[in-house]
């Protein structure tokens, strides 16, 4: 048996190919990688919010109501319940004050209550989904993790290129060792575990303050929304192909 260990540049990819021939069995063995891409269908967005009171209880009836008020203003946005999933929430004794702070300020801000929810859109309807939950008072908003609703088939597509590269590989070698390529005898493949590409995207802070209904200032124009572009999603699989000679 002869046994080649070659490393061929791969088109697009600095990977390494592995060849194995074995004259008596009549057979090439290649081990190649190659990847498929597509365009994220899909956009998990963090959806947040952030305030701050003078006791629990004060924290946890107004986060109550920002809390109706975002999930309301998703929901006439079209957003159906099935793609809004609660990620944390919780009511703790606030330790972090600025330095500047005076006592008065820091009195209503003594706990700090926080939700969060994982809402799942399509990438062109990302922008705005934001933009009206920001506008209902989710201030802790904007990060986005990029999926894709059928991996598998990427994964799948990955696959086929590499196998398509092994044969083009072990075609050549046949030439060269004066032989003729045959049938695929097996072939086997794997994909590395999916990883989900996160783009953070600019978020939009603002200072909460427990006021009464006549204080509050009238409500500023809706900003426009936020330019987003979805993410490529990349999938790579290595193959190993076992192809008869002649």
Same mark, same amino acid.
């Given at each position: 048996?002869?046994c080649?260990?070659?490393?061929? +540049?791969?088109?697009g990819?600095?990977?390494?190919? !592995?060849i ?14 190659? &990847? @498929? ?12 919010? #952030? ?7 004060? /924290?946890?009836? &107004?986060?109550?109501?920002?809390? %109706?008020a975002i999930?309301?203003a998703? %929901?006439?946005?079209?957003?159906e319940?099935? +793609?809004? &999933? ?9 330790? #972090? ?6 006592? &008065?300020?820091r +009195? ?5 209550? !926080? ?12 922008? #705005?989904v934001?933009?009206?939950? =920001? @506008?209902?008072? @989710?201030?802790k908003?904007?990060?986005i993790?990029?999926? $894709? ?7 799948a ?5 590499a196998?398509v ?15 003729? $390529?045959?049938? $695929? =005898? ?7 575990? @999916? !990883? %989900? ?6 978020q939009?802070?603002?200072?909460n303050?427990? /006021?009464?209904?006549?204080m ?9 929304? $936020?330019?987003?572009r ?11 192909? /076992?192809?008869?000679?002649?």
């Open positions: 048996m002869v080649l260990s070659i490393g061929i +540049a791969a088109a990819l600095a990977t390494a190919q !592995t194995q021939i074995n004259r008596e069995n009549k057979t090439i063995a290649i081990s190649t990688k190659d &990847e @498929a891409t597509a365009t994220a269908d899909i956009a998990a967005i963090a959806i947040g919010f #952030e305030i701050f009171g003078s006791d629990s209880q004060t /924290v946890s009836s &107004e986060g109550g109501k920002v809390s %109706h999930l309301e998703l %929901h006439k946005a079209g957003v319940d099935k +793609a809004i &999933e609660s990620a944390a929430q919780g009511v703790e004794r606030n330790t #972090e004050f600025s330095d500047k702070d005076t006592s &008065e300020q +009195a209503k801000r003594q706990f700090v209550l !926080t939700q969060s929810w994982e809402v799942s859109v399509s990438p062109q309807s990302a922008a #705005e934001i933009r009206i939950a =920001i @506008a209902a008072g @989710a201030n908003s904007g990060a993790e990029w999926r $894709l609703s059928d991996r598998k088939a990427l994964q597509k990955a696959a086929g290129n196998l590269k092994a044969r083009e590989v072990a075609a050549k070698m046949a030439e060269g060792l004066n032989v003729k $390529l045959s049938a $695929l =005898i097996y072939a086997s493949n794997q994909t590395p575990d @999916a !990883t %989900h590409n996160f783009i953070p995207q600019p939009e802070t603002f200072e303050r427990l /006021v009464s209904p006549e509050m200032p009238p409500p500023p124009p809706p900003p426009p929304s $936020l330019e987003i979805p993410q490529t999603i990349r999938e790579e699989a290595t193959v190993y192909a /076992v192809f008869a000679i002649e």
